[in-house]
């Protein structure tokens, strides 16, 4: 790929290969205080609309060179997490393209219900390990190749997801945890104050889809305040697509202490 | 205002004073072919997570300086076009803040139903005139202050926006309309072909509101393909805001041979 890409800020403007956009980010960021659970990057890609799916699928909104951001930045993951909905909507990986001087990282799926379609819609990587987050009170399911991780069961039937994080750190030794959607999970970890950053592509799209089809990046009830003025901390430009890093300004680390 | 802006693109940056954004816009731009009906610009704001609204209302998105680009970009316009929905959800003017050394923009509110709170929600500037955009078969409704443009009825009941915007230009001299919404007036626009540019303010907030609150900057079916291509004409950031404009890539002048 020679497509340039233009880094606008901060300033001054550097431009640098399309390839090459977030990959030489530091995660997680050096003086991090330690920490029981994992920083947490959250990645989407939005039409200028705030659509994130074309018929229920968000593949076909991005270009090329945000598919190649999205490597990048799983390659700085030791864990990449999707909500069961998004895997269901469509076939998809979690892999790294290029798995040639990297382990892949974790795959994690997030499942209330147990209805996850593993064996038809998650491609993965050579040596990918799949993890199944589930409440705990979820009964036994097949799970085929992917282990499963039992947190606690959180106010609204989904996984606790302090506890959840904790245990990825603990057990699991996932120290940079990337989130790909969907709008629950994401809605889910800001609103706790469980993601550090988020990294947006606003495609240069109009979806203009109905209320049935209008998936924003977040799904939920309205944040708190605290989380709801995210930072911005880096544009960068290829043709008329925009990158857009934030930080999420939390309440700080929750530790569960149950 | 001393706040600072920075135009990030075009290139090479240069900083500017925040209030003078889009202040130099030369609106229609040069060389526009001559047409039947008003250049057409959109102005939103959203959140990162791509809302429009809190609580039905768009007034507390954007910062100050949102509010100064609207009124710099309000400078340009021969009409301000409202939806008459935006005008339900809140009290709000389509005026100039200083009208000293210009006429006031004409207040347009395009209506289906004739359920327009004028009285309680819109604040007209001194010497503002007020035109309700009405399809033609609704019965009188008393106006008040207002005058009526009848344009036909289109499909859906709404009224028919190629015949009104060239009544608009043949009979109202508009020859640039600022439009601001909501979704569905622009997601009409936009459908048609009859917008030619939309700026938007992407405000530094995370709103994270559910379904019934989720009202993106365009609410309708998918759009054609033509239409849905933006192509990105400037950025400008203050603090972490953006004000990013775009050129919507239309299938041309659509002229109403009826």
Redesign the interface.
Known sequence: MTEKA?R??P???REIAAESIYEDLELPPAGRADSHRPYVIINMV?S????TA?GGKAARIGSQTDRRTMQNLRSHADAVMIGANTLRAEKLSLALDDPSDKPQPLAIIATRTGDVPLESNLILGEEQEVLLLFPRELPGYPCGRARRLLASEGPSGHVDLVEALEMLKAEYGVDVLLVEGGPTLN?AL??RGLADE?F?T?A????????S??R????????PQE??????LS?H?VG?E?F?R?K?EGPGIMHNTT
Chains 1, 2 share one sequence.
């Open positions: 233009t606008l800020y300033l001054p403007p939005s200028v609309d705030g659509k074309i809605h800001i609103s988020l947006l606003l240069p799209k109009l979806l203009g889809s109905g209320i089809e209008s924003t990046i977040l799904d939920g009830g309205p944040l989380t709801s003025t995210p930072v911005l544009v430009l008329d925009l857009l934030y999420v």
